[in-house]
């Protein structure tokens, strides 16, 4: 009898596959999240001649993205 290799994946491999994929999205989120705050905090720095905006907008959409990452786990 000839057993062919399956070139399938595995159901379980699958699940970690899409698991990988789903935790990567939402790191990628969270990195989009505090680069847009960056970007606005370093942007309203020069428009205001100030160095506290950014920093304060850095931690606002840090906060804002663990939030949507709490949400979108639970």
């Known amino acids: 009898m000839h057993h062919a290799k399956c070139s399938a994946v595995k159901p379980s491999e699958e699940k970690k596959s899409v ?27 020069e428009r205001w001649n100030t160095t506290l905006a950014a920093p304060i907008c850095i931690l606002i959409f840090v906060l804002l993205a663990i939030g949507y990452v709490a949400k979108k786990l639970s």
């Open 19 to 45: 698991q990988i994929l789903k935790y990567t999205g939402l790191g990628l989120q969270m990195l989009g999240f505090i680069a847009a705050g960056t970007w606005i905090g370093s942007y309203l720095n």
